[in-house]
């Protein structure tokens, strides 16, 4: 389809509850072939890898894994960071085995530590010196759109309402994040920038229609800079909890879908092709996020716009690829755009996955009133008063879930 096609089908924007249509969810415990899954063995060998194939060849695109020549070198190191109560280190993630692309991941873990500590990574949208008022946090280069954004970057300390280092690091959590851009820069460029022509076979010039476009570019981004965290002895490897805000939310839950070393996952106001239910086609659709963000899924994906019925999965079976593990899904009131409701109630239909282990998920036909987040169970899931933002009442509630699995 040419951007054209897909705008052809689009259907207006929808922002009322009672035009949202009468749709039929999959069933996370049906196989294709019709086969109930009876237990957690049967979930794990057979129902979980055929939807993870499923979102891959139809939603984010295959990506290539952990490359052979992956490695790390630590470039800096000070252990009397933020009024010295935390050591920061900046690593190079060298993507292959030439030390031409890479990125820096951003490393604070608290100095008051018995042992290896648990770690919240996420991406940031702006700059590792964006994310909190550290003046020896190394510039990341700015990867915008050529003739968008500002063009000498953001300043420092930008985007520190969104990262309260300095919580995390009293709560006895360590922070690892690296910029988006260094990855995958935000635009379409058709794929020629980013790590993707990294991997392009002979002749190869862009993804196939079944392989990865950015936000599974961001998400294997995640898990390289697991496999360094792997490697620090500061840090427990058992312990990461991989969180993201809104796009980078989507990519923290296709991150922790793939990638079971994430101990837990966060996803804050991830919206459509994150925790929002597609067959509910409210606010953002389908066609929409295709046609004005086409670099961000697999190119299969846009088969479904305006066709959201046609999808062999929908975004609560990308919360059940979670389980067991536990998630904590995040709304604003006002972030009508991510469509509260289907954040909501994707993680009700998970639940059945959670209670095949024998956990308990998130009930109810409604989300809870704002500011009353639910905890019960390994979904987490509030609403905070306010818009689509990422603030220090998440993180306050993220880092209670987190003391009840990784503490
Ligand atoms: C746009 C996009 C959303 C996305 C958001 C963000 O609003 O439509 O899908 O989540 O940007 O990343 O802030």
Redesign the pocket.
């Known amino acids: 389809l040419g951007v054209s096609g897909v705008r052809a089908q689009e259907p207006a924007m929808n922002y009322d509850e009672s035009r949202v249509p009468a749709y039929t969810l999959p069933d996370p415990l049906t196989m294709s072939d019709g086969r109930r899954v009876a237990d957690t063995e049967g979930w794990m060998s057979e129902r979980r890898p055929e939807l993870l194939a499923l979102f891959e060849s139809q939603i984010y695109g295959k990506a290539p894994g952990r490359p052979e020549g992956v490695h790390f070198e630590v470039l800096s190191e000070d252990r009397y960071a933020l009024s010295n109560m935390a050591t920061r280190k900046e690593i190079a993630v060298y993507f292959t085995d030439d030390e031409e692309h890479f990125m820096t991941l951003l490393l604070y873990v608290p100095n008051k530590r018995t042992d290896a500590v648990p770690v919240f990574l996420g991406l940031n949208f702006k700059g590792n010196h964006t994310i909190c008022d550290d003046p020896l946090v190394t510039p990341s280069t700015l990867r915008t759109e050529p003739g968008k954004g500002p063009s000498e970057g953001f300043p420092r300390a930008a985007a520190a309402s969104r990262w309260p280092v300095e919580m995390l690091i009293a709560n006895g959590y360590g922070l690892a994040t690296v910029y988006r851009g260094d990855i995958d820069p935000d635009y379409d460029d058709g794929f020629q920038n980013g790590v993707h022509p990294l991997f392009y076979r002979d002749g190869q010039t862009r993804p196939a229609p079944d392989e990865w476009g950015t936000i599974a570019a961001w998400a294997w981004g995640l898990s390289r800079a697991m496999d360094y965290l792997e490697t620090d002895e500061d840090v427990d490897a058992g312990r990461v909890a991989v969180i993201g ?6 990519a923290a839950l296709w991150a922790g879908a793939v990638d079971t070393r994430f101990a837990l996952v966060v996803s804050n ?6 925790a929002a239910l597609a067959r509910r086609r409210y606010a ?1 659709t389908v066609a ?2 295709n046609r ?2 086409p670099h961000w899924f697999c190119d299969n994906y846009k088969r479904y716009a305006g066709d959201e019925d046609a999808l062999p999965v929908d975004q609560h079976e990308l919360i059940a690829l979670i389980a067991p593990r536990p998630v904590y899904i995040a709304s604003a009131a006002e972030d009508k ?2 469509d509260v409701k289907g954040e909501f109630l994707a993680g009700v239909h998970a639940t059945p996955v959670y209670e095949l282990f024998g956990s308990e998920g998130l009930y109810g036909t409604e989300p809870p009133p704002a500011d009353e987040p639910c905890m019960s169970g390994r979904i987490g899931y509030h609403v905070r008063s306010g818009g ?1 933002d990422i603030t220090l009442y998440d993180w306050r509630q993220f880092v209670k879930f987190a003391d009840n699995y990784l503490k």
């Open positions: 805000h809104s796009r980078l939310g989507k106001d991830s919206g459509c092709g994150g953002e929409r996020i004005l963000f755009w991510a689509h």
